[in-house]
């Protein structure tokens, strides 16, 4: 087994082997876990207070009520003493109280607040039926004129669904996207550049150094991390995978995924294309400039402070891409796209708006893509020099240093 | 052999080191000595390739490549491992480094471990071993691949006399094997018990240089080792006498201006009588070194 490789191991393994990989792996499980969790409790809890009480000495017309309206409805208060105890103690919202002054129905809501909007339309309408099937008794129409009388104006809204949906698609798309990439690229950053800026100056690479080359060793540690993304990249697809699948045993979440089967097909279609190529290859090109960045700290100990310009130039790429999210055609959209370090975030923003032919979607990947290698080499180059250096030149010195040259 | 043939380094304005030029055979160790800011450490750097130098450095007739890192076993002068790894992942990691197969290294761990006795298991940790044991188990990671070039910066610095004993055993068994070993130490008494040749460094010029004999010979034989029940004031007055060590009881050493003084002090000291001691010696390597140093502060 090549050197690169027993690095690539080493650096692998002891990375996900620790708490922090674990963590960071179950950081998303449980933080839907966890608001799903409060979200029931909350849910739960608040049942109770958040239900009416329907009360009438007209038995007809309380059953109706239930019939049409059944839902957060409590039917085990049926006297105005019970429902006034039990609004007291918080276990009601409020009670309704049905009742007929001669052929005028009339409700009267009691509660510690308002009702809802939906609650009072859902009243409204329920009293006007009524009232118009007696009103109709009353006036003793035929069955002609009743249904003359039923007659209601007619609102239609003719959406061209197909586009609605694409466009939504692109937008769900774009934001899945883009987060997923400034997310990778943050914590890998930060995880990358403090594993170098660890090893700064200690003696052991002074050993690694009589052991191997720099270069290779280099290569590996970044492979390494590398496969840490990878190994983090594939859980969540088989997570997300199972996930789905258990969720489409749920007989409500089958019928919304089939509502919206286009929608989802348009999101998962933006994003297993080249978007994948541009988010592996924007990793890796963030990695190596995490890798450089750790490399140029003064010392061991400032190691936390040797992923900020990476993280700088990431948000920066993140947050640039803000604006063109409904214009994603724009000129500054276009020339980033090429531009390596933010070429990861504006041309997934075109490809998914499909104003990108194959040529220029191939020709900016060859750009990073070889960006990258060339990059990594000069690094490569200078690693041992970089790691066993005994200056005390701060991190921003270096890099002022390096601007200036 | 190594062969280091007229090497300078520059750091700024500092001359690290001047034209420094010496060999290490096959199977012979050389102990490199100096002060601290002497050179030593550069040079090794030299050597590994940390640095770039002028002039030249060989191994086995050839520049020193990546190829050759797999029959190198280096141990810096500062101790550092992985805490994180056990005594058996850190040695395996190493040693793969080097080349070789974790199924060859792992059934040799526990023999090593045996012998450099150190307290732990193959399991333990690195960051839970004292500070001698995590040293120990860097020698190990050092020799375990069988180099053919050792070089040691400061390999008995913080070891107790006993761990000292197991160490010299280990580096005089590498040089039976026929490795080129190069060592840097201050303990004289060490260099002394080990060493063929040695280097002495001030200030990256080279001072001293040749096998343990040659350098004390170069310096005459002006110590003399007697028991006497002189005092140190008459000891001090006889002619030829620079100055008086007193030892012990009755035991002094006489450092002489020349070593020609030795046989009219023996006559002025026995005067036809027995005398218990009577023993003229060159310098120790650790008086050569102080008379070196000293030198420097002139």
Redesign the interface.
């Known amino acids: ?1 090549s ?1 690169t490789w ?2 690539t191991f ?1 650096t692998y393994l ?1 990375q996900v082997k620790s708490w922090s990989f674990l963590f960071m792996i179950l950081g998303p499980f449980l933080m839907i876990a966890l608001t799903a969790g409060i979200s029931y409790i909350s849910a739960n809890s608040n049942r109770s207070s958040s239900q009416v009480a329907v009360i009438s000495d007209t038995r007809t017309l309380r059953r109706s009520y239930l019939q049409q309206h059944p839902d957060n409805i409590n039917t085990k208060v049926t006297t105005v003493a019970a429902a006034k105890k039990a609004v007291k103690a918080n276990h009601l919202a409020g009670y309704l109280t049905l009742s007929s002054e001669g052929p005028r129905l009339r409700g009267d809501y009691h509660g510690s607040k308002p009702m809802s909007n939906g609650l009072q339309a859902q009243v409204k309408n329920f009293l006007t039926q009524y009232q118009q099937v007696q009103n109709y008794q009353t006036a003793k129409l035929s069955p002609k004129q009743q249904r003359a009388l039923a007659q209601t104006p007619v609102l239609k809204q003719h959406v061209a669904t197909k586009a609605g949906t694409s466009n939504l698609a692109k937008l769900i798309s774009f934001w899945v996207l883009v987060t997923m990439i400034y997310i990778i690229l943050i914590t890998y950053s930060s995880i990358t550049a403090q594993e170098i800026a660890s090893e700064k100056g ?3 690479m ?8 720099a270069t290779s060793y280099f290569v590996g540690k970044i492979t390494g991390i590398l496969l840490m993304i990878v190994t983090q990249i594939v859980i969540y697809l088989l997570g997300g995978w199972a996930g789905y699948a258990i969720a489409m045993n749920y007989a409500g979440i089958h019928r919304l995924v089939v509502a919206h089967q286009a929608l989802v097909s348009g999101v998962f279609h933006n994003l297993f294309n080249l978007n994948l190529l541009y988010l592996l290859f924007g990793v890796v090109i963030y990695t190596i400039l995490a890798a450089y960045s750790g490399a140029l700290v003064a010392k061991a100990e400032d190691a936390s402070k040797a992923a900020q310009p990476v993280v700088m130039l990431g948000m920066l790429g993140f947050f640039a891409t803000f604006p063109f999210q409904n214009n994603m055609d724009a000129l500054a959209v276009k020339i980033l796209s090429y531009v390596p370090f933010f070429s990861s975030y504006f041309m997934p923003m075109r490809i998914i708006n499909g104003t990108v032919g194959w040529g220029e979607q191939w020709g900016s990947l060859v750009i990073l893509i070889v960006a990258t290698a060339l990059f990594a080499v000069y690094i490569g180059r200078q690693y ?1 020099r970089l790691m ?1 250096q005994t200056d005390s030149q701060s991190l921003w010195q270096h890099l002022f240093k390096k601007f200036k040259h | 052999m190594l062969s280091i043939q007229h090497i300078s380094k520059t750091f700024g304005p500092v001359k690290a080191l001047n034209d420094v030029s010496f060999d290490v055979p096959d199977g012979q160790i050389l102990g490199l000595i100096g002060q601290n800011g002497a050179g030593k450490s550069t040079t090794f750097h030299s050597i590994l390739n940390f640095i770039t130098y002028d002039g030249q450095i060989q191994w086995q007739g050839h520049t020193l490549a990546a190829t050759d890192f797999d029959q190198i076993g280096y141990l810096p002068e500062e101790r550092s491992l992985m805490p994180k790894l056990t005594i058996e992942q850190q040695i395996v990691y190493l040693a793969r480094l080097k080349g070789q197969s974790a199924k060859v290294i792992r059934p040799q761990i526990d023999d090593w471990l045996q012998r450099f006795a150190v307290k732990g298991t193959r399991k333990s940790k690195i960051k839970d071993l004292s500070k001698g044991n995590q040293q120990k188990v860097q020698l190990i990671c050092t020799l375990i691949h069988q180099p053919k070039l050792i070089i040691l910066d400061e390999p008995f610095s913080g070891l107790d006399p006993v761990n000292a004993d197991l160490l010299k055993q280990a580096i005089l068994t590498a040089k039976q094997a026929g490795a080129a070993i190069i060592f840097s130490s201050h303990d004289m008494e060490n260099v002394t018990a080990v060493c063929d040749r040695l280097v002495m460094l001030r200030k990256g010029n080279v001072v001293l240089h040749g096998t343990l004999d040659e350098v004390r010979e170069q310096f005459g034989k002006t110590e003399l080792f007697v028991t006497t029940d002189w005092s140190t004031d008459q000891l001090t007055a006889l002619p030829g006498v620079a100055s008086v060590t007193h030892r012990h009881g009755q035991r002094y050493v006489l450092h002489l201006s020349a070593a020609t003084a030795g046989p009219a002090i023996f006559d002025a000291l026995t005067q036809g009588h027995y005398i218990e001691e009577f023993s003229q010696q060159p310098p120790t390597l650790d008086e050569i070194f102080r008379l070196k140093v000293g030198e420097e502060h002139v």
């Open positions: 087994m050197k027993v690095v080493e002891r200690t003696k052991i002074e050993i690694i150094f009589s052991s191997t080359t041992q066993l």
